[in-house]
């Protein structure tokens, strides 16, 4: 019988998954990170205020509730585990033209004051992601100039599609399609996730194998008949535990 758990959707129900296929890289990660049995216990207690500062190692600066799904989680992930987090002083602008308008992004902003000062910034629809972190001043009081610090060469990457993201929604209003394109293996990904929801739920190698890649495995000498199919579900549900494992972390590099 299936133990479906309360964070997991129906592996069997395609559509349930099926807005991921728009997610970026670190909505994926949450969406394993939250499958964490560890994860779960540690944020009930973050929600009960105790413990509270664990967050950062999951490499977040706050809990998130772990059923809440892609699109509606909002994760501030911490800049030493996701690389595409930009660093910026907010100022005073100097020239309209150089000033941004938070305000006119408010209904996609998640902000968190930072223990020294600063402010942890979330820009997402749920399923695209910016973030940045403020190291001096505010950008949530009006009107303010960025002042963005990047450095190094390989290093710099990350930070710099994140500002080319961020200037480019502040420009329009609108995340950039060209920016946030589809992930190449976004359709693979999904499948790993409806595996290992599977395995969970205590279906077996063949139930998983006909509810998602043959009905062929359906039959009843499946493992002789249909050997390929064998081969690709083992691989399948040894990819789920690989990421289920920590091998999810890769999504924020």
């Not at 006119?104 to 223990?115: N, S, W």
């Not at 190449?184 to 998602?212: C, F, H, N, S």
């Amino acid at each position: 019988m299936d133990r479906q758990e309360d964070h997991a959707a129906d592996w069997r129900d395609a559509q349930a998954y099926a807005q991921l296929i728009d997610a970026d890289r670190s909505i994926f990660a949450w969406e394993w990170l939250r499958r964490d049995p560890d994860y779960r216990a540690a944020a009930r207690i973050g929600k009960d205020k105790r413990g509270v500062k664990n967050a950062d190692h999951w490499g977040l600066h706050r809990f998130e509730d772990p059923l809440r799904a892609a699109p509606d989680a909002r994760l501030l992930w911490r800049a030493e585990h996701h690389s595409l987090v930009l660093n910026a002083k907010a100022l005073a602008p100097a020239a309209p033209t150089d000033a941004i308008e938070f305000g006119r992004l408010a209904a996609l902003a998640t902000v968190e004051a930072g223990d020294a000062g600063g402010e942890h910034w979330l820009l997402s629809d749920g399923l695209r992601a910016i973030r940045f972190d403020l190291i001096d001043g505010t950008a949530s009081e009006g009107p303010v100039e960025l002042h963005y610090m990047l450095a190094g060469r390989a290093s710099a990457n990350g930070p710099l599609l994140a500002l080319r993201r961020l200037l480019a929604l502040a420009e329009t209003g609108r995340f950039s399609r060209m920016l946030h394109p589809r992930e190449p293996k976004a359709r693979r990904w999904i499948l790993t996730l409806r595996a290992y929801d599977a395995l969970a739920a205590g279906a077996t190698q063949r139930e998983i194998a006909a509810g998602l890649l043959s009905e062929d495995a359906a039959e009843a000498r499946w493992r002789v008949n249909a050997a390929s199919l064998r081969s690709q579900v083992q691989r399948l549900t040894r990819a789920a535990r690989c990421f289920a494992d920590g091998g999810y972390r890769a999504f924020l590099r």
